[in-house]
């Protein structure tokens, strides 16, 4: 990431609440075609969430600590604020003398740019401030939040024009809170409804409503420079299983999720 950091724009996706069996599934069966084109081998790699609900999860994830590989360790991390006898800190890893990764990234001349999702996101009360309070630029919409079934349609039109707007030589980190994934997701598949309420097939649906519109994302994050993405999920959700249902729990959907990095060429 030395190498890395200061020469590319960065991209980074978090699909809030995809649960990683379904991404593998629809990626398997060829529904997420503009999001496997991308992932190393065409598949997403198995890896255990930080924090079982958006809060938490992002707290973790903006010091540093993204989602960690499902085997045995210690993984080195992408970032790290220097930190005594951190164990994941390698030689490869941009380490930053900061509290957070936003920080630690603008002391090196980057913009940081929030486009949030839901509700953590959206700075009405005040803890819906914290996490967007992280970055330089932040923005939110309600057409941007959960109960949007264009949201992130949306959420692509805001990203495009915040790219449009940077100087040429201006570094980029952009953040993207994808909400569709996120209860109520009912709206995303046809014949579905509110009666019924959502459903592991609804959230199948709302990832394959991302997938069609990812890809101008992925454009306009690579369309000055080389750009590296990360795109995960912050954590799962339960949808019946064992009797749970939603997340904030420690249930195994809740805790594994989908992950992958990979460069964006300009022009993707």
């Known amino acids: 990431?030395?190498?890395?950091?200061?020469?590319?724009?960065?991209?980074?996706?978090?699909?809030?609440?995809?649960?990683?069996?379904?991404?593998?599934?629809?990626?398997?069966?060829?529904?997420?075609?503009?999001?496997?084109?991308?992932?190393?081998?065409?598949?997403?790699?198995?890896?255990?969430?930080?924090?079982?609900?958006?809060?938490?999860?992002?707290?973790?994830?903006?010091?540093?600590?993204?989602?960690?590989?499902?085997?045995?360790?210690?993984?080195?991390?992408?970032?790290?604020?220097?930190?005594?006898?951190?164990?994941?800190?390698?030689?490869?890893?941009?380490?930053?003398?900061?509290?957070?990764?936003?920080?630690?990234?603008?002391?090196?001349?980057?913009?940081?740019?929030?486009?949030?999702?839901?509700?953590?996101?959206?700075?009405?009360?005040?803890?819906?401030?914290?996490?967007?309070?992280?970055f330089a630029e932040s923005h939110w919409e309600p057409e941007f939040g959960v109960a949007s079934p264009a949201s992130f349609e949306a959420q692509v039109t805001r990203a495009e024009e915040v790219v449009a707007a940077l100087p040429a030589d201006q570094r980029l980190f952009l953040f993207v809170n994808v909400s569709a994934l996120h209860q109520p997701n009912w709206f995303h598949l046809p014949g579905a409804t509110a009666e019924a309420g959502d459903s592991r097939a609804t959230h199948a649906a709302a990832l394959e409503y991302v997938d069609r519109h990812i890809g101008r994302l992925f454009a306009a994050a690579s369309s000055r420079r080389r750009c590296f993405a990360i795109v995960c999920s912050d954590h799962g959700t339960a949808y019946g299983d064992d009797g749970y249902t939603g997340h904030r729990l420690g249930h195994e959907a809740v805790w594994t999720v989908p992950y992958a990095h990979f460069f964006l060429e300009p022009g993707a």
């Not at 609440?17 to 069966?29: C, G, P, S």
């Not at 999001?35 to 994830?61: D, M, N």
């Not at 994941?88 to 002391?107: I, K, N």
Request: aromatic share 8%.
């Open 1 to 134: 990431m030395n190498a890395v950091v200061g020469s590319h724009d960065l991209l980074l996706v978090t699909l809030d609440t995809l649960r990683h069996d379904v991404a593998v599934e629809l990626a398997a069966a060829g529904r997420l075609p503009n999001l496997a084109r991308h992932l190393p081998g065409g598949v997403w790699e198995k890896r255990h969430a930080p924090g079982s609900f958006t809060y938490a999860s992002h707290q973790a994830i903006f010091a540093g600590f993204l989602p960690t590989p499902a085997s045995p360790g210690p993984h080195p991390r992408l970032f790290a604020a220097r930190f005594a006898g951190s164990e994941t800190t390698a030689g490869r890893t941009f380490v930053y003398d900061s509290p957070d990764l936003l920080s630690g990234l603008e002391a090196v001349g980057y913009r940081t740019v929030c486009v949030g999702g839901v509700g953590f996101f959206n700075r009405q009360p005040p803890l819906g401030s914290v996490l967007p309070g992280l």
